[in-house]
């Protein structure tokens, strides 16, 4: 089977326990996140075969880090930054319903990323490239980075991949823009919010916002929406996808989930309506639970995850 491959930067990440911010927290939970590393063992879950690369500290951060994508089913190809941390997130609930994250990553060896740790990467035609807008934040080596990998990816004959995951307080808004725009015309698959596509373009509806993310160069174009569903277009035609209802726990990570549903029944050969419907369930299923990638379907699940009984049996 062809393969997904994902680079960026995966950190530790600090969960505090219960409702408060952390200046009223005394416990917590320790676990790791970030995009690429997310959506990486989305995929592995619903059996993709996936290698994530980049770099990690020679830090105990790191050795969980490579050790939580490993356990997964992820194929770990990660350079030890001796000269930088691995980097961290904390994540709080400072009141119910409310979540808010706090990222340590200035300097860390996930940003020092560059063109040279792609040396050896696994891609061939039929494989997919998947990047995100994180990365491309990060740093300039690290952005240049991800332009080499799509280059790459092109000229191998794989499909490239890129979900915006917009960050605001990563770099300047015409900065981020611009490279965006760059990656998007080299994309054959562009995932963005609704919010995230309306930095790009003048639009209010999510459909009219789809087309233009389409007319810019990838075949495929979805906007998600959260709680109203997804709508993107494949070749040129229309296509909708209702949410799963659920009561959400935590929706950090729902994005990551989302694109490895899609990009997982991509590879396996679904159509449309197929790739939209395992990415909204797997979007789902990562709300389910408050860590970043800990909720993620899998692939045996996907049959009974519409069941109305909670208990499997």
């Not at 916002?209 to 959260?226: K, N, S, Y």
């Not at 045996?300 to 499997?312: C, F, I, M, R």
Request: hydrophobic share 45%; proline share 3%.
């Amino acid at each position: 089977m062809s393969r997904v491959v994902t680079l960026g930067e995966s950190m530790g990440l600090v969960l505090g326990d219960g409702v408060g911010g952390w200046e009223h927290q005394s416990q917590a939970h320790v676990a790791t996140g970030g995009a690429e590393g997310n959506t990486a063992i989305g995929l592995a879950r619903l059996g993709i075969p996936v290698t994530w690369l980049g770099r990690v500290g020679d830090d105990a951060l790191g050795r969980r880090v490579v050790g939580d994508l490993r356990s997964e089913g992820v194929e770990v190809r990660a350079r030890v930054d001796g000269g930088a941390p691995t980097g961290l997130m904390l994540k709080s609930t400072p009141r119910a319903g409310a979540t808010t994250v706090d990222y340590y990553r200035r300097g860390s060896a996930g940003s020092r990323l560059e063109a040279a740790d792609l040396d050896g990467l696994p891609l061939s035609a039929g494989d997919i490239l998947h990047v995100t807008g994180v990365t491309l934040a990060l740093s300039e080596s690290a952005r240049d980075a991800v332009i080499v990998a799509v280059d790459r990816a092109r000229a191998a004959g794989a499909l490239v991949s890129f979900a915006v995951n917009h960050r605001s307080r990563l770099w300047a808004h015409a900065e981020a823009v611009a490279a965006y725009a760059h990656v998007i015309a080299r994309a054959d698959i562009v995932f963005a919010s609704d919010d995230e596509a309306r930095i790009l373009h003048a639009h209010t509806e999510p459909e009219d916002l789809a087309r233009a993310l389409a007319a810019a160069g990838p075949a495929e174009a979805v906007v998600t929406l959260g709680g109203d569903g997804a709508v993107a277009v494949v070749d040129g035609d229309l296509h909708r996808v209702a949410a799963v209802p659920i009561a959400p726990v935590d929706t950090v990570g729902a994005g990551d989930a989302f694109a490895a549903g899609y990009l997982s029944e991509r590879l396996l050969g679904g159509d449309a309506a197929t790739r939209l419907r395992t990415a909204s369930l797997a979007g789902a299923y990562a709300c389910l639970h408050p860590g970043d990638w800990q909720g993620g379907i899998r692939r045996s699940e996907l049959d009974g995850a519409a069941s109305a009984d909670p208990v499997t049996r």
